[in-house]
């Protein structure tokens, strides 16, 4: 600009002083437009410094500050109580009478060690402890009419681990999150290092129980296409470093995870749920879940993070009073709930539905001074999704058996961010699948109620017994 100027006033004639505006116009133009949208850059860039679990996707651990401690910063608010049980908590502590019940049933070992000279008075304090040790079981096959044993194929070899050392490897490997190559080394100190375990056992144990456990993980599938409502979730892990998904499917009674390759609708019809699937769906807005089941609730828990960020950006009420309102709707749910009621009437509906409205349209007439390029973009995009699918945000109104969250979804996918943190990944998808089938089993038992350890024992008792039309002396 300052070179137009100096040409210009070298020949001031009224042509060149023309020339020299116009051109300074242009200019001035240019550099408008790159203002604004260094502007817009400028915006967005702080919006994403400004994302925490609280207004974001992102995770409570990205929230720590090394000056702060852990926990500083969670989406949970603060009720006031003091930390620990609550009064008139039962509480879970070893009783006398549960571990004399032990002792008189034989079920624990049972040892007696005297302390000062013996009396017919004494007190008795109870220790509990567990031991682990090898344990061998020599079995032999002997020779039939034609001078051979008839031996199953996976008795093969002349020294195989049995059930105990298979269902321990496996329970470490699915419920504590724990590599192969440290199963290794837990397991064979357990034994007094008188074992020695190799993490490829560990891998072949975990395949084996796939295959042992076929049967349940059929069922699970079987019985989730029928359940009324499920909600559903997916999250990224890496397979060979490359990005891929695992999807799982929740309900209060089973839990199923798949591999995925993307969350697009050619991965998700070759699911073994959601094709065959006509109940509820409950997501995160993931839209390409519309193709599949009859209805959808949204997670309003995933809303709230919005609602707190358009807050937090534009100073705006209507989405803090949106929070609130939906808060509101669910605690009354939940006393309604509690009292044997299904949904709601259709007066108390249209009553929140009405004030659901009048809320948006609070919105649409504030965000019109709402500062900032991406904060007034992101909060029209906002309101009209909250329009849009409005139906699937307040669903929990009409059918009580909808959540107001997907958080049982999301917190049966912690384990498999876990798995990640801990290993890494996966080498392949071979391993992935391994790992969803063997979590998808272990899942369910454990809503179900069910001991894992003796589970995953009885499982591989099954595959690794000895046929019965052998006959067996012991």
């Not at 000056?67 to 908590?89: C, D, F, L, V």
């Not at 194929?153 to 440290?182: F, K, Q, W």
Request: overall charge positive; charged content about 25%.
């Amino acid at each position: 600009m300052e070179n137009i100027l100096n040409v210009a006033l070298e020949n001031p004639t009224v042509e060149s002083l023309t020339q020299a505006l116009r051109e300074l116009v242009v200019a001035y133009k240019k550099l408008e437009a790159k203002c604004e949208k260094l502007e817009r850059e400028n915006e967005r860039l702080r919006r994403q410094l400004n994302n925490n679990s609280k207004n974001s996707s992102k995770p409570s651990s990205t929230d720590q500050k090394p000056s702060k401690a852990a926990n500083t910063y969670n989406s949970r608010e603060k009720s006031g109580r003091k930390k620990g049980a609550q009064k008139g908590h039962a509480g879970k502590n070893l009783a006398r009478e549960s571990v004399q019940e032990l002792i008189d049933s034989g079920k624990a070992v049972h040892r007696i060690v005297g302390v000062g000279m013996k009396s017919a008075t004494y007190e008795t304090r109870y220790v509990v402890d567990m031991e682990t040790r090898p344990v061998v079981t020599e079995i032999r096959f002997y020779h039939g009419r034609y001078g051979k044993a008839r031996i199953p194929s996976h008795l093969s070899s002349p020294v195989t681990y049995g059930a105990g050392v298979r269902s321990i490897c496996t329970m470490l490997y699915s419920e504590g999150v724990v590599s192969n190559d440290r199963i290794q080394t837990i397991v064979n100190s357990l034994s007094g290092n008188l074992l020695s375990v190799s993490a490829g056992a560990v891998y072949h144990f975990c395949k084996s129980f796939v295959a042992s456990s076929a049967p349940k993980y059929d069922s699970i599938k079987a019985g989730l296409i029928v359940e009324p409502v499920i909600g559903t979730d997916a999250t990224t892990v890496s397979m060979n470093g490359v990005q891929k998904y695992i999807r799982n499917f929740s309900t209060d009674t089973a839990c199923l995870y798949e591999p995925q390759g993307a969350k697009s609708i050619a991965c998700m019809k070759e699911s073994a749920v959601l094709p065959k699937y006509s109940g509820t769906l409950v997501h995160d807005h993931e839209t390409a879940l519309f193709h599949f089941g009859e209805a959808h609730g949204e997670c309003n828990a995933h809303l709230f993070r919005y609602l707190n960020k358009n807050s937090e950006e534009s100073g705006n009420s209507w989405s803090s009073k949106l929070k609130s309102l939906l808060s509101s709707a669910n605690k009354k749910r939940c006393e309604a709930i509690a009292a044997g009621e299904e949904s709601f009437s259709e007066a108390r509906i249209a009553d929140i539905e009405a004030q659901y409205d009048a809320l948006l349209s609070l919105g649409d007439e504030q965000s019109q001074k709402t500062k900032g390029y991406t904060a007034r973009k992101e909060e029209r995009a906002l309101l009209r999704r909250l329009r849009k699918y409005k139906e699937n945000f307040l669903l929990f109104l009409r059918d009580f058996h909808v959540p107001f969250t997907n958080n049982m979804s999301e917190r049966d996918l912690r384990k498999c961010k876990n798995r990640q943190k801990m290993a890494g990944g996966f080498r392949d998808a071979e391993g992935c699948d391994t790992y969803c089938k063997i979590m998808s089993v272990v899942e369910t038992w454990k809503r179900e109620g069910k001991n894992l350890l003796n589970e995953i024992r009885k499982s591989f008792e099954k595959s690794l017994a000895i046929p019965f039309s052998v006959p067996v002396y012991l």
